[in-house]
């Protein structure tokens, strides 16, 4: 426990209620210097492969739109902007833009939902872009497919 006895928990990704309530557990052992079977779980420090996603970024980057098969979405990066595509079963491709409207981080695609989630607050988007749930409450805004550039 820290020198100061501050205690922490933060980023449950739409999963407050079950990883809030755990959180608060082992934070009342730690504090009567019980153990707790979920410590190393939950310990920030814990080891975590190389291409563990803190938090922050989409799993969902392609380079072009090709790459989205039909019923599927993928976020397509040109410099700073994130574009979110998805294609409609025929294979037609829906454009917004990828930044959340709560905080502005990236959207990641939902293949299991078909919706655009947010992995730093648990915003959830329809595919086109209406609000499922927050702490979003604006729609994510329409784009335009960027233009394929020349060689």
Known sequence: ????????????????????????????????????????????????PDD?????????????????????????ARGKQKIAVWKDDDGTPHVLSAKCTHEGCTVTWNNADRTWDCPCHGSMFERDGRVRHGPAVEPLAPAKLPRSRRK
């Open 52 to 76: 563990f996603n803190p938090g922050g970024d989409t799993q969902s980057r392609v380079d072009s739109v090709d790459e989205i098969a039909p019923g599927a979405g993928g976020v397509i």
């Open 1 to 48: 426990m820290p020198e100061d006895g501050f205690q922490l928990a933060t980023g449950f990704n739409g999963w407050g209620i079950s990883n809030g309530t755990a959180a608060a557990m082992l934070m009342a052992d730690r504090i009567r210097g019980k153990a707790n079977p979920w410590a190393s779980l939950f310990d920030p420090n814990r080891s975590y």
